[in-house]
């Protein structure tokens, strides 16, 4: 059973930065896939950027493309995710997320086996 932690969530203006950060633990996490969600309030829980298990692919919403980036560190268990740019439409709960072993990285949530609690983006006009 592997347990997700985000962090780093925040109030930030446009423009600005922000690091999330999504600690692993009570299992490896380091041979799976991993992915950032976002929900806004009234609206679906959509993709935001995955990883593949050793770090070498990524991929990303078009919405964020050039802005973020996913990485891993996986000798600490931990995913992150450097948002740079940040518009008022980024604010949402941002989730982190991890499938099976060595599983392809996919943008549906019904796809991911593992979720953290949330962490709170606020991006101010």
């Known amino acids: 059973q592997v347990q997700l932690v985000e962090s780093g969530g925040g109030l930030v203006q446009a423009g600005g930065s922000l690091r999330l950060s999504c600690a692993a633990s009570g299992g490896t996490a380091n041979n799976r896939p991993m992915a950032w969600f976002r929900q806004a309030p009234g609206k679906e829980r959509e993709f935001v950027a995955g990883?593949?298990?050793?770090?070498?692919?990524?991929y990303y919403a078009d919405s964020v493309k050039g802005r973020f980036t996913i990485s891993r560190d996986n000798a600490k268990n931990t995913v992150y995710l450097q948002m740079n740019s940040l518009k008022p439409e980024d604010t949402a709960v941002y989730y982190c997320?991890?499938?099976?072993?060595?599983?392809?990285?996919?943008?549906?949530?019904?796809?991911?086996?593992?979720w953290g609690q949330g962490t709170q983006v606020t991006v101010s006009s």
């Open positions: 997320a991890a499938r099976g072993a060595y599983r392809t990285v996919l943008r549906i949530t019904q796809e991911y086996n593992y």
């Open positions: 990883i593949n298990y050793s770090g070498s692919n990524t």
